[in-house]
């Protein structure tokens, strides 16, 4: 067989195992093609959209790695630290014998159905190093990881071990990043990526938004744009320390490595054992809109727990009380739900505690049992009241977390994550519980089976999660330290998996201080995660924006609350509307026409959900450019649109634009209604009850927007 009848077998293979040049990975509109080099060396040789035809593969030139000093930099497909590569390496190894090396050498791969699995192996040392490439054709995603394993009898550590290096070569390179801190989270900030390296990390071990978010867009020689050019969108699957580096080489190519943050983790790797990377997703796509579709689509499709399950409105308490509740009050605010018309009441902080009841945030946290004083007919009374009051029940929770002053730490102080021979450094008056330990993952998956156990009817938690990891010392791992920061995020996932396992049906919502937490392989075990806690509708506007970059409306919890006031009622909830619906609000301080436009807000938020959730989601006026946002959502079917407007604070004299709509049937007829008014108002929008050619209203456009302060309005969209 030749060299290019083996090629093409190749690619047209379900499954072989066999010796080749040419491995190509394919999605329906993406191509990344891996070559072998005569070294044996696994080069990407082509990355971009798909090629029409296959043959055309023998074309493209190969790199030979360190063969002359014009190719040094390979683009090698996993390079390694140490060799001849001296940029930004995937892998690092430190051999029993303290050699610092690897060559990773082509050894054999599989392509079955959609997976591709290439294994590499250094001749000389026992290692195998296996690169695995899943698509999701239709979605356009790309997942990459790799397993890493050796048969060495000393000590073995791995200094680095990222999930993907990707490159371009295109005359410029911009970078978006998501930075965040508690209350701005997702931050969109972009620059020009230049010589040299750029990293975007987190270094917090469980929450991210003190650094950034780990997602990412990078303009492949155009500047980022809604609906042109070509952008790389990617993020990390890890709920813990994720690092992108965006390095320009030398010859102005870009090298993208993404991974779990290596610093201060290098981890001792026993013999047999298979490291696996965190899963690393991506899509090359026309626009950040397309982008967003892609990955919205796919979240729903493949990533997002109970994706096709229906979502709960629902009342917390939260700011409305904070810890300062009891029976009495609670029963109230069943009463507030139902009447407001959400499906359930969520239990915030506060509820537990004896010896150090929770009355702050200084004590109690890891002593799960309820507080006699405050609650003393227990959870199943609260259970029980809330169904009377037809509303369904959920609860916080902070499992993996401890206060000092608590039973727990008096009990087990073995369990905390702590420097055994320095003070102490607490933040929000707590620490980090070493879930690296087997025995503390019992105890936090018993806090949720305890709960469940006690009240089956339990439909929801919040599982929060509100300090970084400080004081960075496993005393379960003893002198393996550099273990901590991925055994941690291990630990954490094999409690979800026993919950998940055993409760499928409850509803959990992921959530730290705000949204520390947001990553896509969490939202395998979480139906939805809390972006913020700022719900100030105006930085919401920004925080939503940013999120939708990559997350399906459905899992991202949106609540009303008293945050800027100065924004009426309506505003916030318009902000609200966008997300999976909540109200966080003490609701007898609320006008009757305000808590007349929740209760209506609240139907037609049931009657558009699907819609509202779609992964179509068009952004048409960025809030980043002016003092305006529009967003729009489609069916699949073309046939249902809601179109989200809100005017900020406008300029005086401001030339107001036509927005455009997109996605629609060109071709049908569509009415074009304001819905959402206060109790007793009409529209004024000059589309309002008008109907439009699809074609007309994306490519002319209507007026949605105004020049008042702090305006919005919700505006469907029927196909006739
Ligand atoms: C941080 C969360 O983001 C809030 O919504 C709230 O649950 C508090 N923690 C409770 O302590």
Known sequence: MTKRTLSFFILHSSFFILLAQTISITTDHTQLVLQVNSQKRLCQTYLGERLSEQTDLKQLSMPQAGLSSSCIRGLEAYPVMGTEDYYEPTF??????????????????????????????DEVYPIEVTLYYKTFPQEDVIQQWAEIKHEEKGKVFLGRYASSMLYFEAPSYYLTEFASDWAKEMQMLSQELQFGKKVVDSRLGTRANLMAQPFFEVGIGSPISENEGTVLMGTLGWTGNFRFTFEVDNQHVLRVVSGINHDASSYLLPKGETFRTADFFFTLAKGTGEGSRRFQRWMMNHQLHKAKDDRMTLLNNWENTYFDFNEEKLVALFGEAKDLGVDLFLLDDGWFGNKYPRKDDHAGLGDWQVTKDKLPQGIPYLVRKAKENGVAFGIWIEPEMVNPKSELAEKHPDWLIQLPSRETYYFRNQMVLDLCNPKVQDFVFGIVDGLMQENPEIRFMKWDCNSPITNIYSPYLKENQGNIYVDYVRGLYKVLDRVQAKYPDLYMMMCSGGGGRSDVTGLRYFTEFWCSDNTDPIERLFIQWGYSQFMPAKAMCAHVTEWNRRASIKFRVDVAFQGKLGFDIGL????????????????????LKDIVWSPNLYRLVSPYEGQHCVVQRVDDAKSKSVVFAYDIHPRYGERLLNTRLQGLDAAANYRVKEICLMPGKQSWLPCNDKVYTGDYLMKVGIKVTSTNDLVSHIIEVTKE
């Open 92 to 121: 690092e190894i430190r051999h029993a014998d303290g050699n610092p090396t690897s060559v990773l050498k082509y050894q054999q791969h599989t392509q079955q159905g959609d997976l591709t699995s290439i294994s590499l192996r």
């Open 588 to 607: 007898k301080g609320l006008s009757d026409d305000d808590r007349q436009y929740c209760r209506e807000a609240i139907k037609e938020y049931k009657r």
